[in-house]
C-alpha cells in the first residue's frame, strides 16, 4: 500500500514539473498549444524549447497556438478575439506577452500582445514578422514559420520598446535616454532658425516692398461679377488586415490588442 501511495507521488510530481517546466525564473512562460494538430511530437517539443528560451530572454510569455476550428463565427474579427482570448486563458489578463495564432480553420492567422508586449509590437513589428513568416508559408512550413515567429519575438525585444524610439538615418535610438536631448537638441535649433527667418524676412520685405495698384482704375461700374462654386467630396478611408494565408484578406498591417 505504502509502495503505491509513494508511485503515485512521484507521479504527480513529475507530472507537475514537466507542466511548470516552461515557466522561467521570472514567471514569464515559453508554451505552445498544439490544439490543430499541426506539428509533429519532436517539433512541438522544439518549439517549447525555443518558446522558453525566448521567454527567458525577453521576460514576456511567448505562446504559439494552433487550431483547426474558431468556432461558429468565422470572420476575421472573431478570430482576433479568439486569439485575445486564448492568451488570458493560458497566460492570464494585463499580464506582458505576444501570441501566434496558427488558424487553420480560415487561415486568417494573428498576432495578440499584451502590457508591455504592446510596446515591443508595433504594427509595422509585427507587419515585418509575418512577412519574414511568408516565404515558409508559400511553402506550407507552418512549423519554419513558427520558429520564424519566436526568432522575430526575440529580435525585436532585443531593439528595445517600439514606442519609445525613433528612427535616425535607419538606426533607431532610444528616447527614453538619447531621444530627450535629441528632441530638445532639435527644438532649440528649430526655435532659433524661425527667430532668424522673421529677421531677414522682415528686413527684405522692406527693402523690395511692391505698392500695390488701385484697383479702382481698372474697374468699370456695374462689370465685376463674382460668383462661388462649391465641390464636396466623399472620403473613403479601408482599414485592411493583414494575414500571410487569407485570401480574403490582404494590406499593409496587422494587429496586437491590449488586454
Given at each position: ?26 514567471g ?35 505562446v ?11 470572420s ?19 499580464t ?40 515558409y ?19 525585436y ?66 462689370s ?27 494590406g ?8
Amino acid at each position: 500500500m505504502m509502495k503505491r501511495i509513494t508511485a503515485l507521488a512521484s507521479a504527480i510530481i513529475t507530472a507537475l514539473f514537466v507542466l511548470c517546466a516552461s515557466v522561467c525564473a521570472d514567471g514569464a512562460v515559453g508554451m505552445v498549444y498544439d490544439a490543430g494538430d499541426i506539428f509533429t511530437d519532436s517539433q512541438e517539443d522544439a518549439l517549447r524549447e525555443k518558446a522558453y528560451s525566448a521567454a527567458s530572454t525577453t521576460g514576456l510569455n511567448v505562446v504559439i497556438y494552433t487550431t483547426a476550428d474558431v468556432g461558429t463565427n468565422k470572420s476575421d474579427a472573431a478570430v482576433m478575439d479568439y486569439a485575445d482570448v486564448r492568451y488570458e486563458e493560458l497566460c492570464g489578463m494585463n499580464t506582458d506577452g505576444i501570441l501566434l495564432l496558427i488558424n487553420n480553420d480560415t487561415n486568417f492567422d494573428w498576432i495578440s500582445t499584451s502590457g508591455s508586449g504592446i510596446n515591443y509590437f508595433s504594427d509595422y513589428r509585427i507587419e515585418n514578422i509575418f512577412s519574414a513568416m511568408d516565404r515558409y508559408y508559400k511553402k506550407d512550413d507552418l512549423y519554419g514559420a513558427a520558429l520564424c515567429f519566436i526568432e522575430k519575438v526575440e529580435f525585436y525585444c532585443s531593439q528595445g520598446k517600439e514606442n519609445n524610439q525613433q528612427e535616425v538615418f535607419g538606426t533607431e535610438l532610444d528616447l527614453d535616454y538619447a531621444g530627450e536631448a535629441f528632441t530638445a537638441s532639435f527644438v532649440f535649433v528649430g526655435f532659433i532658425a524661425l527667430i532668424a527667418s522673421f529677421i531677414l524676412y522682415s528686413h527684405y520685405a522692406k527693402q523690395y516692398a511692391i505698392s500695390k495698384p488701385d484697383t479702382r482704375a481698372y474697374t468699370l461700374k456695374d462689370s465685376l461679377w463674382f460668383s462661388q462654386k462649391t465641390d464636396t467630396f466623399v472620403g473613403n478611408i479601408t482599414s485592411r488586415i493583414y494575414s500571410p494565408r487569407s485570401s480574403s484578406s490582404s494590406g499593409s498591417h496587422s494587429g496586437g490588442h491590449s488586454h
